[in-house]
Each structure stands twice: as C-alpha cells, then as structure tokens.
C-alpha cells in the first residue's frame, strides 16, 4: 500500500506487455468506461454488452457486480477484454439480479504498473444500512491527500485505486442512507469523476461539478415495464437497445429505482469544462456528446483544419481509425481527393503478446500497411487525431515514403499536445511529450516531413462550436492539455514536483 506519494514523474503505469504498449505509444487514452442497469431480468448480461461497447476506453481489465435480492451482491472482477470474460455462461451466471454495474479500466492513478486484481473496479462496501457498490471514470487529484488522512483515522485500503477513498468517506459519514453518505463523501473529493454506484435497490450516478468526464441516461424496453441504463458514451445505450434520454448534466446525481429518476444537486455550481479531447479522439464516433454526433464534430475539426493549414497535394489519407473523420472533413473543403493510404489491422490486439526480436523490429508495420497503389507519386496530405511522442507518426512518414510518396505533410486535427493530462487519461511525462520542448517547426524538422500543421485552439474551438450551432468560446471546455490551463488543481501531483504553466 503506498501511503508517500512516489516524486513526480511516473511513467510505469502499464501492466500491459511493454511490446503491445510500444505499438500505440502515441496517443493519449481514455483510462475507464462506466456501465449502469437497473429494473431488466439479468442486468448484468446488459452490463457486459454495454462494456464491450466501452472497450475503447480500457483494455486492461473489467469488472462487474449484480445484487438479487435473494442472494445479495455477487462480484466478478477479470484482467482483459470484456468478450473474453464476461461471454462465459459460467460466469455470468454468478451475477444474478436486475440491478448491475460494471467498468472497464486502463490504469488509474494510483496503480502505475503494480495492477493486481483488487484494484478493478467496481468497488464494494457493507456499511450498517446495506451495501454499496462504486465504479468511476476520471481521477481524483486529491486522492493521495484524503488516503493520508483516511489511513490516519483507521481506515483500511484494499486496494492502490482512488477510487476506494469515495467508499472509504462513505462508511465515516454520519448520514442515515447511502445517497446522503455519497453526497458527504463527494464534497471532499476533488477532480474528475462520472461515477456509477448501486446500492440494493438504487443505481446511482454522478458527474463532478466541472463534468469534464460524460456519463448518459438510456431508457431500457417500454416505459411501463423498463428499466434504465447509465454509460460512459450513447455507442453502450444503443448496443443495449436503450433509448438515449440525456446526459447527466456537470454536478448532477441521479438517483434511479423502479418509480423513476430523480435529480440532486450536492456540489457547488461551477461553470463546466468537458474535455475538448472527448470530442477529438476518445470518444467512439458513433456516439452523441452535447447533443450532436461525435462523427460529425471530427469532420467539421477537419473542415476547419483545411481552412487553417491548406497545402497543394494529390491526396488526403487518415491515418486510421481515430483520423478518418477529418480527413473526410478535410478533403471536402480542401477539394483535394480523398483515400485509404494506410490500411489498419483490426485483428493485431494481443497476437504478439511475447514477440520475438524479429518480430519487435517490425513496429507499427503490425498495425498499419500502407496501400502502395494508391500512394506511389503522390503529395499525400497524412491527417492524424494527435501527436504525443511523434514515435509513430515518424515511423508512419517512413512508410509512406518507402512506398514512394513524391511528398509528405502531416496535418492534425488537435493543437500541439504540451500538457499532460491529470483528469484519467493516460499521458507519459511531461518531457515525453512532443509538444512540450519543441515548437512546430522544430517537430516538423524532427519527424523529417515537407510540412506539419496542427489546428489552432482557437481552430479547434470554433470546430466543435460549428458542428454544434452556437459559436464556443475559451474557456468552456478543458483544454490543459493544450493550454496548460487546469480548470481543477492537480494537488496530488503538485506535491510530487509537477509544476504548473507560469503565469504569462
Ligand atoms: S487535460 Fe486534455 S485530455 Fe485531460 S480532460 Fe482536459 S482536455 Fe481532456
């Protein structure tokens, strides 16, 4: 248990095999996805379908608790993907009841590299007037701080995960039901956090004041005989076959029995500051966030990118998946042809889970291939979500031109990634980030391209805004780790030697 916070920075967080890690090493991820049901026959089947749906936003491991009345609640907590676990009729008849939450996880803060099975979520607790179970989507930047002080006390941790300060502040709360315990124990905390929670008979769900991280409300079957689902993201609501009703607004609980949902509001009002980067990348882009389709809103980024950085070329290619919406946006404003250059293989996940030295060489060529008809004698405009480390899109440049692009530029549909990011979302150092001790024309210079432009901010803004049709100024979204603006304090990592942008 690691009560004194190791020095900033850490960069050892994966468990995943460090092979698999350095073939996607270039992008920022989405550490947890939540998943809620209550009031349907065998709730956790929904509850697994509705993670597999939220892989995206975790591959590490996954967990799942039921209640049924008769029974109780029932716990089943697996490293690896949801279709590998949480299929087997084995297993999923141990999560009996209509009433589920589950979580699917990357890493958390508190658990760089040392995962072990006790700190998947989702958590349970038994207080004196029932059982509590807790699953989150963000990060407490207090955590550290309040773990302190709850070890003080007397409090016992199972677990590395700050998620389990939340459980933690329930249990001393002197309040009389878990609701109001839940309410107590989330004015202490501090951070981003879509919480899912359940109790034996209530699902619960949370978004921090700021709402920096989504969370919806679904309505499942007819609505005399349903039930209701919370999710990370609307792709988890339609897999189930629920009907999307709302987002849970910024500093919201609801609370969900068989009469209905009802709304408190335990936090002070704040204006909000939903991550920019949702919109950008971690979302799937079949899902709706402020009311408009994530898909479009890529587009209309690669609208405004065109816009913004046009250059003379024969070809726009995206680097797939994440950069095939601006491109498409991308080449309809620009008028230049659009095409598949590089072709993704959906099947690589774990292949080579112990690769050989032969085999490690080979790098992202596992991942991506280039299409070498289509490119050969081309101007190829490359439009990528993100730069992060700049290693694969390096490698990505190299491909291109061994297949004998005539030019290569890079265009990318997010502004220079400077700032990590604190909020749960998996950054490396701030050192290892590209963007941080070089200016464009230096990472230009670095990646060997003919040219390399990111959208601006304000680019970037005016793009989401667009999409939605309204126009979105600075600062209603989070945007650190761009501007190195943090809307919430990351006190945990202050305390380690992280220091924040100087004051211009
Ligand atoms: S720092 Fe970046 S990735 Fe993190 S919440 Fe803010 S915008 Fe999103």
């Known amino acids: 248990m690691r009560v004194t916070p190791p020095a900033y920075p850490v960069d050892d967080r994966l468990p995943r095999h460090p092979f698999e890690r350095s073939l996607d090493d270039d992008k920022l991820r989405e550490e947890c996805g939540v998943f809620g049901v209550i009031g349907v026959a065998e709730a956790a089947n929904f509850v697994a379908l509705g993670l597999h749906a939220l892989q995206h936003r975790g591959q590490e491991a996954g967990g799942i608790v039921s209640h049924d009345p008769a029974t109780g609640f029932h716990t089943e907590r697996r490293f690896g993907y949801v279709r590998d676990n949480f299929t087997k009729q084995s297993l999923m008849a ?67 995960s700050d998620s389990e300060c939340i459980i933690h502040l329930m249990a001393r709360s002197l309040q009389r039901n878990i609701p109001e315990r839940m309410k107590d124990a989330l004015r202490r905390v501090e951070g981003a956090f879509s919480i899912v929670a359940m109790t034996r008979t209530k699902l619960i769900g949370v978004r921090d004041p ?21 999710a990370s993201e609307t792709c988890a609501l339609d897999i189930i076959g629920a009907e999307f009703e709302r987002e849970i ?8 029995t068989k009469d209905g949902v009802e709304s408190f509001w335990p936090f002070e009002k704040r204006n909000p500051r939903f991550c920019i980067f949702e ?12 009311g408009q389709s994530v898909y479009t809103t890529r587009r209309q980024i690669g609208v405004e990118l065109a816009r913004e950085a046009p250059v003379d070329a024969d070809l726009v290619c995206p680097v797939p998946d994440s950069g095939t919406p601006a491109a498409i946006g991308f080449a309809h404003e620009s008028g230049i042809p659009f095409g598949m250059g590089i072709i993704r293989n959906q099947y690589m996940g ?65 502004p220079p990634t400077a700032w990590p990011c604190f ?50 100024t600075h600062p209603q979204y989070c945007d650190a780790c761009f501007s190195g603006e943090y809307p919430v304090e990351p006190a945990d990592m202050i305390e380690k030697g992280f220091e924040l942008k100087a004051a211009e």
């Open 94 to 160: 141990h999560l009996p009841g209509s009433l589920s939450i589950g979580h699917v996880r990357y890493s958390t803060a508190g658990t760089k590299g040392t995962t072990q099975i006790r700190d998947v979520q989702p958590f349970f607790g038994e207080f004196s007037m029932g059982g509590a179970a807790i699953a989150h989507n963000g990060n407490i930047t207090n955590a550290d701080a309040l773990r302190r002080e709850l070890i003080d006390r007397g409090s016992i941790f199972q677990s590395q």
């Open 210 to 230: 700021l709402g920096v991280r989504p969370l919806m409300l679904g309505k499942v079957g007819s609505e005399k005989n349903g039930g209701w689902a919370l």
């Open 249 to 256: 607004k910024p500093g919201e609980m609801v609370v969900i």
């Open 279 to 290: 919109h950008v990348y971690f979302s799937r882009p079949d899902s709706i966030l402020g």
């Open 350 to 414: 774990r292949t080579f889970i112990e690769p050989t030295e032969q085999i490690r060489n080979m790098g992202v060529r596992l991942k991506l291939n280039v299409n070498r008809a289509l490119i050969r004698g081309k101007r190829v405009i490359l439009v990528d979500d993100s730069v992060v480390r700049g290693t694969t899109s390096r490698k990505i440049k190299e491909m291109i031109l061994d297949a004998g692009a005539a030019e290569v530029h890079f265009r990318i549909a997010s």
């Open 423 to 472: 909020y749960g979302v998996d950054t490396p150092q701030r050192e290892k980030l590209l963007a941080a001790t070089m200016s464009e024309d230096e990472m230009c210079e670095h990646l060997a391209v003919d040219s390399l432009k990111f959208i601006s901010l304000d680019g970037l803004y005016l793009a989401v805004g667009e999409a939605r049709g309204r126009n979105a």
